[in-house]
């Protein structure tokens, strides 16, 4: 949910920026934001904002963050970021995806609750900021000194960052083309594409890459003994599919996730519980709310489509409000989420390219 959350701070920076600017002038500004000597661009100079280098959200900062056991060895820390997983045991932490570096501090002290191993495995479902940003602070988090030399020494550089290939690709380029992101922040170990199975507290653990869905970046993590599948953004329970079509995204990736979600969750007969799915956002869930969102979301694609098929527009595809029933449960208030936005997305991704 990139863009909906990034929005604010983008507006805050730029206000801030114009303040500053009419006390000190342009210069003092870019040195300011790291574009003068010593700022640590890329090539090219585009500066990269970091935490030190854009103002902190207090929205973010003052929010609660609350852990909640799954099953199994799996937690779930609930933030402003949406749903961070957790799997202890006695090698350790292993961490899906980091939130907002404003609540970083508050993750880890969540995650000392449940251990006090090292976090050794920081795993990223996307590239998204409220999924990577306390990707440094998490990570370098996962040094305690446990006693001893050796215990220092291999810890001493953080806990391993894994994602796909195309995580660190969107996060090295950032946005149109401007790093936003510091390089403690990147993905250590990629992965270019099926899976990636790490044995970790005796447990297999599955980054699945799912192809073109909500971005073109999106792994979803299976803990196999838990029982227990952290989906990241490819399903929300607290809106409709956040599609970014142009990273990648596409409805049918997103539906095509959908189905390796149902393959993969098996419900205890005849009640709630069985595999448990951890969503990007949203109340945890399990097999048969992943089943009446796949359904509904594939009714809404087949809608776009015939339109689509008749020729109409995307104004004229809007107009016939294809989501209307759905509206009320799952269109979030504005931004990715909102009717308005996914009608587009799944228009964007159907439509006949030009
Ligand atoms: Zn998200």
């Known amino acids: 949910m990139t863009i909906r959350n990034v929005m604010p701070r983008i507006m805050l920076a730029s206000s801030a920026v114009a303040a500053v600017l009419l006390m000190f002038g342009p210069a003092d500004v870019a040195r300011a934001q790291g574009k003068g000597k010593g700022g640590g661009g890329k090539q090219g100079g585009a500066p990269a904002a ?117 995580v660190l690709r969107a996060m090295s380029e950032g946005p149109e083309g401007k790093a936003d992101t510091n390089a403690d922040k990147l993905p250590t170990t990629t992965f270019f594409q099926g899976q990636k199975e790490i044995f970790f507290n005796e447990e297999p653990v599955i980054v699945m890459f799912e192809p073109a869905a909500h971005t073109n970046g999106d792994s979803m993590v299976f803990f196999r003994r838990s029982d227990v599948l ?12 956040v599609i970014n079509v142009d990273k990648g995204g596409s409805i049918n990736g997103v539906i095509k996730a959908l189905n390796v979600v149902l393959d993969i969750t098996i419900p205890k007969h005849e009640q709630e519980g ?78 006949p390219k030009k």
């Not at 969503?279 to 776009?304: A, F, K, N, Q, S």
């Not at 015939?306 to 104004?315: F, R």
């Open 50 to 166: 970091t935490a030190a280098t854009r103002p902190p959200n207090p929205a973010w900062a003052n929010a609660e963050v609350h852990t909640l056991k799954v099953q199994g060895n799996v937690y779930m820390i609930v933030g402003p970021g949406g749903n961070t997983a957790v799997q202890i045991g006695d090698s350790g932490a292993l961490v899906v995806d980091t939130q907002y570096e404003e609540v970083s501090g508050k993750i880890v002290a969540e995650i000392r609750k449940l251990t006090s191993k090292p976090i050794r495995y920081v795993i990223n479902t996307s590239a998204d900021m409220d999924h990577t940003d306390g990707n440094a602070k998490i990570s370098r988090a996962g040094a305690p000194v446990i006693g001893g030399n050796l215990g220092a020494v291999a810890f001493d550089n953080g806990a391993t960052i894994v994602a796909h290939e195309n």
């Open 230 to 241: 952290a989906t990241g953004d490819i399903f929300n329970m607290d809106s409709y599919p």
């Open 274 to 351: 069985g595999t448990y799915v951890i969503p990007g956002h949203g109340r945890l869930t399990d097999e048969h709310d992943v089943l009446e969102y796949r359904d509904m979301v594939t009714i809404i694609r087949d809608r776009v489509q015939n339109l689509i098929k008749q020729g109409k527009t995307l104004a004229q595809v809007k107009e016939a409000k294809p989501t209307f029933e759905y509206d009320g449960r799952w269109s979030a208030a504005t931004g990715p989420g909102s009717t308005d936005m996914f009608v587009e997305a799944v228009f964007r991704s159907l439509a």
